[in-house]
């Protein structure tokens, strides 16, 4: 049967779908336990979350469902060229960036560079909840914080976009690894070399990791239905993990506007780059994105993101949704289901006639 594989086993789940961990404030306890419910594996991106808002969104997810879901961070979540920012640059890059907020009307945030990693933290709560699974972007924790997920029984599960990173992984001994495709949307989680150096392809990716590696293979990148998930599959991912098909539902926590752009528009443009965060990431091609190329110096991850918080804010007020970032993967060709539990189902049953 195609959904018994080594990540069903190994999650105690009854589909190998997972719900991909979107962070920033996407995820909700609603749309993880649609997915556990359904059978499937919910996630929750809590990166940009204290200790004590993962400790309540927590209890949420007990709340609203008894099945096995996952929690995600960020091991790497301040660039470390922050330390020691020169001021001076800091002023000079805000200014490139300036005509945006001329054009809104709204002033340059006061920025600081003191940004203190949160993840030692945010293990320490993630241990509390106990999740079956911790996943992990942007690198690999420390081998204390692997050993006591395995004392606790909390499986891992790490991403790679090369198959160095994944080599890595499974020296860290990690569960299970995501495969992280080019055509997914959202950050791009590169750590052994810049992302820009790390474009490989989900199929390119999935045949080279099961052609090298021993730990089981979750597919991640373009994928958004049955035809995608039979394909990854046939190529030996044990799984598939889908994002922006479950972020346009009901449940996510996106933007309205932003769900409504991409139902309404089937195959959208989409970039990768770091204009609006610091980082690289896939997102709707915007105004910000096509006049900040990649030549474009950019504030170190998260103080990128902060100089643009109040810029998103303003152009939501105005009606500029060609100054927002709109995070979305490369195939959004046949996105229409707008219930996660309704999205789980058409999965399940267009996947077991395909196989």
Same mark, same amino acid.
């Given at each position: 049967?195609?959904?018994?594989?080594?990540?069903?086993?190994?999650?105690?789940?009854?589909?190998?779908?997972?719900?991909?961990?979107?962070?920033?404030?996407?995820?909700?306890?609603?749309?993880?336990?649609?997915?556990?419910?359904?059978?499937?594996?919910?996630?929750?991106?809590?990166?940009?979350?204290?200790?004590?808002?993962?400790?309540?969104?927590?209890?949420?997810?007990?709340?609203?469902?008894?099945?096995?879901?996952?929690?995600?961070?960020?091991?790497?979540?301040?660039?470390?060229?922050?330390?020691?920012?020169?001021?001076?640059?800091?002023?000079?890059?805000?200014?490139?960036?300036?005509p945006y907020f001329d054009e809104l009307g709204i002033p340059l945030p006061a920025l600081s560079s003191d940004i203190p990693s949160k993840f030692e933290k945010q293990?320490?709560?993630?241990?509390?909840?106990?999740?079956?699974?911790?996943?992990?972007?942007?690198?690999?924790?420390?081998?204390? /914080?692997?050993?006591?997920?395995?004392?606790?029984?909390? #499986?891992? =599960?790490? @991403? %790679?976009? *090369? $198959?160095?990173?994944?080599?890595?992984?499974?020296?860290?001994?990690?569960?299970?690894?995501?495969?992280?495709?080019?055509?997914?949307?959202?950050?791009?989680?590169?750590?052994?070399?810049?992302?820009?150096?790390?474009?490989?392809?989900?199929?390119?990716?999935?045949?080279?990791?099961?052609?090298?590696?021993?730990?089981? /293979?979750?597919?991640?990148?373009?994928?958004?239905?049955? #035809?995608? =998930?039979? @394909? %990854?599959? *046939? $190529?030996?991912?044990?799984?598939?993990?889908?994002?922006?098909?479950?972020?346009?539902?009901?449940?996510?926590?996106?933007?309205?506007?932003?769900?409504?752009?991409?139902?309404?528009?089937?195959?959208?443009?989409?970039?990768?780059?770091?204009?609006?965060?610091?980082?690289?990431?896939?997102?709707?091609?915007?105004?910000?994105?096509?006049?900040?190329?990649?030549?474009?110096?950019?504030?170190?991850?998260?103080?990128?993101?902060? $100089?643009?918080?109040?810029?998103?804010?303003?152009?939501?007020?105005?009606?500029?949704?060609?100054l927002i970032n709109l995070w979305s993967g490369q195939n959004t060709s046949s996105l229409k289901h707008h219930k996660a539990d309704e999205l789980m189902q058409a999965?399940?049953?267009?996947?077991?006639?395909?196989?």
């Open positions: 049967m195609w959904n018994s594989t080594k990540i069903t086993q190994l999650l105690g789940i009854e589909y190998p779908i997972l719900q991909g961990p979107m962070g920033g404030g996407f995820s909700t306890a609603a749309l993880l336990a649609a997915v556990s419910n359904s059978g499937g594996l919910g996630s929750y991106g809590a990166y940009t979350l204290t200790p004590d808002e993962i400790r309540a969104a927590g209890k949420e997810i007990k709340l609203a469902t008894s099945k096995s879901y996952n929690i995600n961070l960020w091991v790497n979540d301040v660039d470390q060229s922050l330390q020691n920012y020169d001021p001076e640059k800091l002023e000079k890059i805000k200014l490139l960036f300036k293990v320490e709560v993630l241990f509390e909840i106990k999740p079956a699974v911790f996943s992990f972007i942007f690198g690999i924790p420390s081998k204390e /914080i692997l050993l006591e997920s395995r004392k606790l029984g909390i #499986k891992t =599960i790490g @991403a %790679a976009t *090369t $198959l160095e990173e994944a080599l890595a992984l499974e020296d860290a001994e990690v569960d299970a690894i995501i495969a992280a495709g080019f055509e997914a949307g959202g950050h791009r989680p590169s750590f052994l070399k810049p992302a820009q150096d790390s474009f490989t392809g989900l199929f390119t990716l999935v045949q080279q990791l099961k052609a090298k590696t021993k730990t089981p /293979i979750i597919a991640a990148g373009g994928i958004i239905d049955a #035809k995608g =998930i039979k @394909a %990854a599959m *046939t $190529l030996g991912a044990d799984a598939v993990q889908l994002g922006t098909a479950f972020m346009v539902t009901d449940e996510s926590a996106a933007l309205p506007i932003h769900k409504e752009i991409l139902f309404q528009n089937p195959n959208i443009l989409t970039t990768v780059s770091k204009s609006l965060t610091g980082r690289m990431g896939r997102m709707i091609c915007n105004k910000i994105s096509d006049t900040a190329t990649f030549e474009t110096e950019v504030l170190p991850f998260p103080l990128q993101t902060k $100089l643009m918080a109040p810029l998103k804010v303003a152009a939501l007020a105005q009606g500029r949704t060609d999965l399940i049953t267009e996947t077991v006639a395909l196989f």
